[in-house]
């Protein structure tokens, strides 16, 4: 996970106080490479106990099969996804776990990681997922037309340079914007942020 070009994402699930990991699916099994302190207090496993395993490894007797295969299809296809299912913590204890997946390319278009979120649904909230949506969609709406175009090419994976490009503006007009826009989400991250547009449906 070092060296140049590293990318971004690794870096900042370390600051999100939102369970979060990256996966590498150009291993195989696409195995988890990083994850940050919220996912391990989450899911009750030491970080140790997590890299280098597959994200099924959460899934238990009552996991929905409907809901693992919206993810591996969305895997599959390299879009992100959000879904709804019952994971396993260390301790055998089921939770509810609204989960978002997004892929990640490299400089030169090729998928390079999949970042994946956990938020729980605790048993008094109905869905925690369609109130998220309902005000992750106000906030994107809050957002000039120009950052809601960026957050979108966030969602769909693509790093500075390459939105860049795709939308004929300087590099650093793209880094003004995703200042600009990560203030407005009240995050400081790209993970947080490619959530947020996901739950919006970006």
Known sequence: MSGRGRHPVLDAIRHS??????????EADNP????NEAFCKLTGYDESEI?????????????ENSQTEKLRESINARRPTLAELINYRKDGSPFRNAV????LFDSGGKLEYFVGSQ?????????I?????????EIVHRLSPRQREILQQMAQGFRTKQ??????????????????????LSTSNAADAVRIAVEAGL
Do not use: W, Y
């Open 100 to 103: 978002m997946i997004a892929p």
């Open 163 to 184: 939105i860049a490009h795709m939308l004929s503006l300087s590099e650093k007009t793209v880094q003004m914007h995703r200042m600009l826009m990560f203030k407005k």
């Open 17 to 26: 106080p939102i369970a979060t990991v990256v996966s590498d699916p150009k």
């Open 51 to 63: 890299l280098g395993r597959n994200c099924r490894f959460l899934r238990g007797p009552d996991t």
């Open 119 to 127: 938020i729980e649904v605790l048993p008094e909230e109905e869905s």
């Open 32 to 35: 988890i490479i990083a994850a």
């Open 129 to 137: 997922a369609v109130v998220r949506q309902q005000q992750a969609a």
